[in-house]
């Protein structure tokens, strides 16, 4: 394969120490895409939670992970999805490293049913302006990524868990946002960060 969307040097090297490059190259000729699926779109709209990985200007990695309701994270265009930032801890670790570098790695899995996972790496933007803002209930900013790759992975190491129930913390319209108890420990308490205002709106919000 003279072009790849996926591999580098580093990939290669151990491919060829392992020699896994055909197979890799496979892989990549009949899975990865540019373009979101119908199946991508019903699965990346089902999902409650996703991890992030975004590193800083001088590369320095980060992990972390996103969740809230069904249908938060959505397939926007054929190599674009959305997802809304919700209040946290004020820290920024993800969204502050996609200022200095827009790359960004998603991995949408399921632990629950069928076991599934679905990568998605590409260019992150974040706007306190996009048209979603509105529609979004409890967005304080919008991510949108535009998709480079798109590529499912084997799921045979995934263990079998069951969803429970939701997070509490999850915004609820009609419902004033539920706050977490360290903010009002004596070692935080002074200093938290004041709520931004909370979109009123939401798809199941009936205004």
């Known amino acids: 394969m003279s072009h790849s969307i996926m591999y580098h040097d580093g990939n290669r090297q151990l491919q060829d120490e392992f020699s896994s490059r055909r197979i890799s190259d496979r892989l990549e000729e009949k899975l990865t895409r540019t373009a979101f699926t119908p199946d991508d779109r019903a699965y990346i709209e089902s999902a409650s939670y996703f991890f992030i990985a975004t590193a800083d200007a001088e ?21 674009e999805l959305a997802f809304p930032d919700y209040d946290g801890n004020g820290m920024f670790k993800s969204l502050g490293n996609l ?7 998603l991995l949408f899995i399921a632990m629950h049913g069928k076991p599934k996972r679905l990568r998605v790496n590409g260019a992150a933007s974040i706007s306190r302006d996009d048209p979603l803002l509105a529609e979004t209930l409890g967005a304080q900013l919008i991510v949108r990524v535009r998709a480079r790759a798109i590529f499912p992975n084997c799921p045979r190491y995934i263990p079998s868990m069951q969803l429970i129930a939701p997070s509490d913390y999850v915004p609820k319209a009609g419902c004033d946002p539920l706050e977490p108890a360290w903010k009002g420990f004596a070692d935080f308490k002074d200093v938290v960060h004041p709520r931004q205002p909370m979109a009123r709106k939401g798809p199941d919000s009936g205004d």
């Open 59 to 79: 590369g320095r990695p980060d992990c972390s992970f996103k969740g809230g309701p069904p249908g938060f994270v959505r397939v926007t265009g054929d190599a």
């Open 99 to 105: 200022l200095v570098n827009p790359d960004v790695g």
